[in-house]
């Protein structure tokens, strides 16, 4: 077992209320899918927009899966499904709200969701300073909002320089910028 099946295995998908009305249990199938870990064995595309992310909220298997994307970081999926899950770990820290069922138990879903994505901190470094794609943007962006240690954060900016995009290079693309312009 691989650590991508691994961490969904872990997760209760069938008790999680999915953004689409039902349980959560197909998202295990999704993420095996998009790993590349289904039974055709060729990661796939599945969007998980509006089953566990919008643009204005996270619901419920919004940590699950969170947990689950940085297993795939530390696993060894194809760069094309490295890619999918870099994308969701950003949809993740960048949530702003909670479905009003999470809500109104307490949970702040988006602070969930960044608190686990601290925990891989070095997957994501490691992602932005192996330069083995062009997706070491999307890593360095889920940094921005999720670093405590913004000096360390500013010398990976300068050693990487070369191979970030513009927006990363220049501080476009920080969480604290983006707030002092609100």
Same mark, same amino acid.
């Given at each position: 077992?691989?650590?991508?099946?691994?961490?969904?295995?872990?997760?209760?998908?069938?008790?999680?209320?999915?953004g689409?009305g039902g349980? *959560?249990?197909? %998202? &295990? !199938?999704?993420?095996?899918?998009?790993?590349?870990?289904a039974?055709? !064995? $060729?990661?796939?595309?599945?969007?998980?927009?509006?089953?566990? +992310?919008?643009?204005?909220?996270?619901?419920?298997?919004?940590?699950? #899966?969170?947990?689950? &994307?940085?297993?795939?970081? *530390? /696993? /060894?999926?194809?760069?094309?499904a490295?890619? +999918?899950?870099?994308?969701?770990?950003?949809?993740?820290?960048?949530?702003?709200?909670?479905?009003? $069922?999470?809500?109104? =138990?307490?949970?702040? %879903?988006?602070?969930?969701? !960044?608190?686990? #994505?601290?925990?891989?901190?070095?997957?994501?470094?490691?992602e932005?300073?192996?330069?083995?794609?062009?997706?070491?943007?999307? &890593?360095?962006?889920?940094?921005?909002?999720?670093?405590?240690?913004?000096?360390?954060?500013?010398?990976? !900016?300068?050693?990487?320089?070369?191979?970030?995009?513009?927006?990363? =290079?220049t501080?476009l693309?920080?969480?604290?910028?983006?707030?002092?312009?609100?």
């Amino acid at each position: 077992m691989q650590l991508v099946e691994m961490e969904i295995a872990r997760q209760d998908w069938k008790s999680m209320l999915c953004g689409c009305g039902g349980s *959560a249990e197909h %998202l &295990a !199938r999704d993420l095996l899918q998009l790993a590349g870990r289904a039974p055709e !064995r $060729e990661p796939s595309h599945v969007s998980l927009e509006e089953h566990v +992310w919008s643009p204005t909220v996270l619901w419920e298997p919004a940590p699950a #899966v969170t947990s689950v &994307a940085l297993a795939a970081l *530390a /696993d /060894d999926v194809a760069p094309t499904a490295r890619k +999918w899950f870099l994308d969701l770990l950003q949809c993740m820290v960048a949530g702003e709200g909670t479905d009003w $069922e999470s809500a109104r =138990r307490g949970l702040d %879903l988006p602070e969930l969701c !960044r608190d686990i #994505v601290v925990q891989g901190l070095w997957l994501l470094y490691e992602e932005v300073m192996s330069n083995r794609s062009l997706w070491a943007g999307i &890593a360095f962006e889920v940094l921005t909002v999720v670093e405590p240690n913004k000096a360390r954060l500013q010398r990976v !900016r300068e050693i990487a320089a070369d191979w970030l995009p513009a927006c990363c =290079r220049t501080g476009l693309c920080d969480d604290d910028l983006r707030d002092l312009e609100r």
